[in-house]
């Protein structure tokens, strides 16, 4: 019999381990990205807090931080997704100066469904300041 997971809760503690993995806690990786206090300096830094989003359930982040013409008009995220691992594969520009960038990562979920994961290379773009999220190329 399999158990459901656990939902993470909504925000977590500033000094709490940040969902993304990267080693620092929420308050010093992507929490200050998804409060709006700062904005994602790298693309790979905006990956990060997209997943976050992800893991948290910050449909309103993932919203903002989307290319405007790609973007959804509204998004439903499902509640017993558990997003719980990013592994960053590899990174094409997306640093500080560069326009764009293309960050290919795999994320890693349990669901009651079952586990799984997804592998993406996406795009991102930089203007005003800020880093969006563009789309996902196809994969060959």
């Known amino acids: 019999?399999?158990?459901p997971p656990t939902k993470l809760p909504r925000t977590p503690?500033?000094?709490?381990?940040?969902?993304?993995?990267?080693g620092n806690t929420y308050g010093e990786c992507c929490g200050r990205y998804l409060s709006g206090d700062s904005a994602a300096p790298t693309a790979e830094a905006l990956m990060r807090s997209r997943f976050t989003a992800f893991a948290t359930g910050d449909g309103d982040y993932l919203l903002r931080s989307w290319w405007p013409a790609t973007r959804p008009v509204d998004l439903e995220l499902d509640e017993d997704m558990r997003w719980y691992r990013l592994d960053i594969l590899d990174t094409v520009r997306g640093k500080v100066g560069d326009d764009d960038g293309v960050v290919t990562f795999r994320a890693y979920y349990r669901h009651p469904d079952g586990a799984g994961q997804q592998q993406e290379t996406s795009r991102f773009r930089h203007r005003d300041g800020h880093w969006y999220y563009v789309d996902a190329l196809a994969l060959d």
């Open 1 to 3: 019999m399999t158990t």
């Open 13 to 22: 503690d500033a000094q709490d381990r940040c969902p993304c993995l990267s």
